[in-house]
């Protein structure tokens, strides 16, 4: 029953329309359904339908609070009929600086005659306080994902007139324009951008948005291309791809784009794509390799778990070697005491709870279950699952893998003990020698691996498993604890596996046991936070956290849809950042939910180092060349490329540095702050000869004291002060990438707006 509601309800239910409160029938329809879904017996469902009698109005009472979104059944609802008229009334001329300044204060008193008088508010009541351009564009973005659109819309014209050279501004303009139900109003700025910054996947990426939702598919398919060219692991692009193949008659092709794009950033939008193709059963199985790479995990367990001692290998230093194993059995002693003292101390409120009785247990816990479910718990479910595969693959090949590594020892253990007629003590100390030389570098380098796999996959689990609903009773500190004890079972076997020989001949006396620092046992009674930086705003994430309302604007949500996009983060005001691209960390919304991508990086792959072909202008009306379609993998990093990798690489050790566990028990507002010294680079260090440098193996490059780098080709590239102080007094750049959305979702919508 646990199972049930914890897992079943948030990926069964639906939602529904605010304005109308389901009935019980309908309540009633939807427990059964999920029941069937689940397999129960007779007997289970009438269990089940007692127990929802309870929980049922602390379900609905959550879904009350939980963004809307429209579920649709054929993917090729997304795109709308051809709207003539609005494309004929796009302007024809390209907007220059001027253009862009008066068009946007003439938009902007348009929207303010006509706007509903809440989003007006909102718009007149930040503008009184904020003025600058970064302070208002925070405050369109946060009413954007607040489902505020025509506040949005306005806050975003107001930042574009304050900073009109804020190349950022204007492209989140034009995608708020288009996600709210306005492409043509934002083809003339993507124009602009796009002349200006012509490669750039998300100005392309946006362009072909507002093509599609104006029904025009030919000059989507050309942008989206486009996008595609440079930045192909970008979900929204790849999305689209996937679409178009759909409606071309491919869809197998589809699925495998929508498969990707759902590898890249976990989510439910995508989730509704590759049902709609029946293709459900490829999303519950990935490849770790890649989930490692995509998703934010905190570091509970630090590679102070993989360390393993260094034994002599040598009969000689037996002594030492066992003084040492010997510090750590009494080391493992006292951490099990220690975690068996926390599991009680954790355990005690859900025991208190289990005196109640069964049925009181199960009402209680579904209840607080319910009430757990957040904006991140959608993609927290997709992640475990994954991770629960995982972590049973990787049981089996552990198995498999020393099952051959004992073999190994066996047979050298076989070698040793093989005598000859002849031999003597030092024989048998050259061949236990022999032996531990042998066999111990294969166990250490066996466990070493095992152990840091083990670590990843549970520093993994363990971020998210605070998200699916929160630590309902101390549930998930208790399972924590016990994850704990399976790391230090493995640290303990490693340990023992490592083989010491005595010497021949000579007798043995007894070794004190050397004293071994104890393992860090991780804080696991805090929740894990990412935070999210929106100029010199804070958003939270945390499995606390139900919506986006602990913002300095005090922007509430509206109850309309979130927007179906991705928000990369950059520095610089003349970036436009692309997500993923260089390692660009991002946030994807979608169906009412949030997952970040990218904040993690554990493992950068050699393709993100590879600079992609530039791509000149191209009219919306001109083919694409199909032979820019094929990646050049041949091209070597240029000073641009460098330039960008090194920007995205300090974006994310920010990011990085804003997930913690947080145990202050507040929800304080926040603003970004950060000092410079906070952007010094962290490269992995190894001397080179003539001026000190340092090799930094994510850039590929050498780093000297001024943290300018030094690539193969001999140019040298460094990000300077300006940006840095940049980053100080405006934060990292917020950019908007469009995603598909369902026709109709556009809220506060009014027709006519701009006319």
Same mark, same amino acid.
């Given at each position: 029953m646990f199972s049930f509601l914890s897992t079943g309800l948030l990926a069964q239910t639906k939602p529904k329309p605010k304005q109308k409160q389901p009935s019980q029938a309908e309540m009633n329809k939807m427990m059964e359904d999920a029941m069937k879904a689940e397999g129960m017996s007779k007997e289970e469902q009438e269990e089940m339908k007692k127990l929802m009698k309870d929980v049922m109005p602390v379900l609905m009472e959550q879904n009350a609070k939980t963004v809307d979104y429209a579920v649709?059944?054929?993917?090729?609802?997304? =795109?709308?009929?051809?709207?003539?008229?609005?494309?004929?009334?796009?302007?024809?001329?390209?907007?220059?600086?001027?253009?862009?300044?008066?068009?946007?204060?003439?938009?902007?008193?348009?929207?303010?005659?006509?706007?509903?008088?809440?989003?007006?508010?909102?718009?007149?009541?930040?503008?009184?306080?904020?003025?600058?351009?970064?302070?208002?564009?925070?405050?369109?973005?946060?009413?954007?994902?607040?489902?505020?659109?025509?506040?949005?819309?306005?806050?975003?014209?107001?930042?574009?007139?304050?900073?009109?050279?804020?190349?950022?501004?204007?492209?989140?303009?034009?995608?708020?324009?288009?996600? *709210?139900g306005y492409p043509e109003k934002a083809i003339p700025y993507l124009k602009k951008l796009q002349q200006q910054l012509p490669g750039n996947s998300s100005?392309?990426?946006?362009?072909?948005?507002?093509? &599609?939702?104006?029904?025009?598919?030919? *000059?989507?398919?050309?942008?989206?291309?486009?996008?595609?060219?440079?930045?192909?692991?970008?979900?929204?692009?790849?999305?689209?791809?996937?679409?178009?193949?759909?409606i071309k008659g491919d869809p197998i092709k589809a699925?495998?784009?929508?498969?990707?794009?759902?590898?890249?950033?976990?989510?439910?939008?995508?989730?509704?794509? =590759?049902?709609?193709?029946?293709?459900?059963?490829?999303i519950e199985k990935m490849d770790f390799e890649k989930l490692k790479q995509r998703i934010s995990i905190h570091e509970f367990f630090t590679k102070k778990w993989i360390e393993l001692p260094q034994f002599s290998n040598s009969v000689t230093g037996f002594n030492n070697d066992e003084s040492i194993k010997k510090g750590y059995d009494i080391m493992h002693e006292r951490l099990e005491k220690k975690l068996e003292e926390l599991q009680e101390a954790a355990a005690a409120e859900l025991d208190a709870l289990m005196d109640k009785g069964q049925d009181e247990f199960v009402k209680t816990m579904a209840k607080e279950n319910i009430k757990g479910v957040n904006m991140m718990s959608k993609p927290a479910l997709y992640i475990t699952k994954m991770l629960a595969t995982y972590q049973y693959e990787m049981m089996q090949k552990h198995t498999q893998e020393y099952a051959m590594l004992e073999n190994y020892i066996d047979e050298q253990r076989k070698i040793k003990n093989k005598t000859g007629k002849n031999d003597k003590c030092p024989d048998f100390d050259r061949k236990a020698n022999e032996f531990m030389q042998a066999v111990n570098p294969r166990i250490k380098e066996f466990h070493q691996k095992r152990l840091d796999e083990f670590r990843t996959w549970l520093n993994a689990w363990c971020t998210w498993r605070w998200y699916l609903t929160g630590n309902v009773k101390n549930v998930v500190i208790n399972e924590y604890v016990g994850w704990v004890r399976a790391m230090a079972d493995l640290h303990q076997h490693a340990v023992e596996d490592l083989k010491i020989e005595k010497a021949s001949c000579v007798e043995s006396k007894e070794n004190s046991p050397n004293n071994i620092a104890e393992l860090p046992i991780p804080?696991?009674?805090?929740?894990?936070?990412?935070?999210?930086?929106?100029?010199?705003?804070?958003?939270?994430? *945390?499995?606390?956290?139900?919506?986006?309302?602990?913002?300095?604007?005090?922007?509430?949500?509206?109850g309309g849809a979130m927007p179906n996009v991705s928000i990369s983060f950059g520095v610089g005001k003349t970036v436009i950042t692309e997500p993923g691209l260089y390692g660009n960390p991002y946030i994807k919304t979608a169906n009412g939910s949030i997952n970040q991508s990218g904040y993690n990086y554990a493992d950068n *792959?050699?393709?993100?180092?590879?600079? &992609?072909?530039?791509?000149?202008?191209?009219?919306?009306?001109?083919?694409?060349?199909?032979?820019?379609?094929?990646?050049?993998?041949?091209?070597?990093?240029?000073?641009?490329?460098?330039?960008?990798?090194?920007?995205?690489?300090?974006?994310?050790?920010?990011?990085?540095?804003?997930?913690?566990?947080?145990?202050?028990?507040?929800?304080?507002?926040?603003?970004?702050?950060?000092?410079?010294?906070?952007?010094?680079?962290?490269?992995?260090?190894?001397?080179?000869?003539?001026?000190? @440098?340092?090799?930094?193996?994510?850039?590929?490059?050498?780093?000297?004291?001024?943290?300018?780098?030094?690539?193969?080709?001999?140019?040298?590239?460094?990000?300077?002060?300006?940006?840095? &102080? @940049?980053? @100080?007094?405006?934060?990292?750049?917020?950019?908007i990438t469009n995603g598909l959305e369902a026709i109709g979702t556009s809220k506060n919508f009014i027709k006519g707006l701009f006319d």
């Open positions: 649709f059944t054929d993917n090729k609802q997304l =795109i709308p009929k051809r709207d003539a008229a609005r494309i004929n009334a796009i302007a024809k001329k390209t907007f220059t600086n001027a253009d862009v300044t008066a068009t946007t204060a003439a938009l902007y008193n348009k929207l303010m005659l006509k706007a509903a008088a809440d989003e007006k508010a909102i718009i007149v009541k930040i503008f009184a306080k904020e003025k600058t351009g970064g302070s208002l564009m925070a405050a369109s973005i946060i009413a954007f994902l607040q489902g505020h659109f025509q506040a949005a819309m306005g806050l975003a014209m107001k930042a574009v007139v304050a900073d009109p050279k804020n190349i950022n501004y204007q492209n989140n303009l034009a995608a708020i324009l288009s996600q *709210s100005i392309n990426n946006n362009l072909g948005f507002a093509w &599609l939702n104006l029904g025009e598919v030919d *000059s989507a398919k050309r942008f989206y291309g486009m996008a595609a060219l440079r930045n192909p692991a970008n979900p929204e692009t790849k999305l689209c791809a996937g679409l178009f193949n759909e699925v495998e784009d929508y498969v990707e794009a759902f590898e890249e950033i976990p989510n439910p939008f995508t989730e509704n794509m =590759i049902n709609n193709q029946k293709a459900g059963k490829r804080s696991f009674n805090c929740p894990v936070v990412v935070s999210m930086p929106v100029g010199l705003e804070v958003l939270r994430l *945390s499995a606390e956290a139900s919506a986006l309302n602990e913002n300095n604007f005090g922007i509430k949500q509206n *792959s050699d393709d993100e180092l590879v600079p &992609l072909p530039k791509i000149p202008p191209v009219d919306e009306l001109t083919p694409l060349d199909p032979k820019l379609l094929d990646n050049n993998k041949n091209q070597k990093v240029n000073k641009e490329d460098a330039q960008k990798l090194q920007q995205a690489k300090l974006a994310r050790q920010l990011l990085n540095k804003m997930m913690t566990a947080d145990c202050s028990g507040k929800k304080e507002k926040e603003k970004f702050t950060v000092g410079l010294g906070e952007l010094v680079l962290e490269p992995v260090f190894e001397v080179g000869l003539g001026e000190l @440098e340092l090799w930094d193996d994510e850039m590929k490059a050498w780093v000297n004291s001024k943290d300018e780098y030094r690539f193969e080709d001999g140019f040298t590239v460094g990000l300077g002060k300006l940006e840095l &102080l @940049e980053i @100080e007094t405006n934060g990292l750049q917020t950019t």
